[in-house]
Antibody, heavy 125, light 111 residues
Framework: QLQLQESGPGLVKPSETLSLTCSVS??????????WGWIRQPPGKGLEWIGT???????YYNTSLKSRVTISVDTSKNQFSLNLTSVTAADTAVYYC?????????????????WGQGTTVTVSS | QPVLTQPPPVSGAPGQRVTISCTGS?????????VHWYQQLPGTAPKLLIY???NRPSGVPDRFSGSRSGTSASLVITGLQAEDEADYYC???????????FGGGTKLTVL
């Protein structure tokens, strides 16, 4: 059974870079049937899509975050990563990674069927 | 403001039926992109509840059903149970934003 696990620092200082990794087990990240995504949820608020990546390395980003976000994939380690630069308190959230179904070649159009448990990141000095 | 609009908190007694709507526009649901629904129990990660408008993943009870029409979609829960108390989110794809969009979420309380 496929499992996703987020990892990374729980505390990041303002203006620094938030870096998280999602490790995929029980399946291959190189499957042509899926994309892989990051989603976040600020305390007490709703879900916000951050971006999606295909195993080829092609990435797609939320336009509101695009200038600060980089998502990368390492197929040899079966994991993908998120970098968010110049963080502020507004980036404090639970960050989830998820497997994104790929029925049509529109990243995210087909839903996210497996989610990690989430990791809490606080931006504070 | 979320691109997809969901109603304020809803509630129902055990055994009742509730409907949660998700209103989009011509650049997302109205374009024909599918709507997906997620259930988020307190303190846990979201779980895919309905995909492609009306399909249930394996293990999801048939008390949960979904539909899409025009620029809107609906999630219907029948025979409410205490364990259905959760936040529910709709999700689609938006061509103007070229990305995934979520609704703001609707909290369901089982009385």
């Amino acid at each position: 059974q496929l499992q996703l696990q987020e990892s990374g620092p729980g505390l990041v200082k303002p203006s620094e870079t938030l870096s998280l990794t999602c490790s995929v087990s029980g399946g291959s990240i190189s499957s042509s049937s899926y994309y892989w995504g990051w989603i976040r949820q600020p305390p007490g608020k709703g879900l916000e899509w951050i971006g999606t990546i295909y195993y080829s390395g092609r990435a797609y980003y939320n336009t509101s975050l695009k200038s600060r976000v980089t998502i990368s994939v390492d197929t040899s380690k079966n994991q993908f990563s998120l970098n968010l630069t110049s963080v502020t308190a507004a980036d404090t959230a639970v960050y989830y990674c998820a497997r994104v179904r790929r029925v049509i070649a529109v990243p995210g159009a087909d839903g996210m069927d497996v989610w990690g448990q989430g990791t809490t990141v606080t931006v504070s000095s | 403001q979320p691109v997809l609009t969901q109603p304020p908190p809803v509630s129902g007694a055990p055994g009742q039926r509730v409907t949660i709507s998700c209103t989009g526009s011509s650049s997302n649901i109205g374009t024909g992109y599918d709507v997906h629904w997620y259930q988020q129990l307190p303190g846990t990660a979201p779980k895919l509840l309905i995909y492609a408008n009306s399909n249930r993943p394996s293990g999801v009870p048939d008390r949960f059903s979904g539909s899409r029409s025009g620029t809107s979609a609906s999630l219907v829960i029948t025979g409410l149970q205490a364990e259905d108390e959760a936040d529910y989110y709709c999700q689609s794809y938006d061509t103007s934003l070229s990305g995934v969009v979520f609704g703001g979420g609707t909290k369901l309380t089982v009385l």
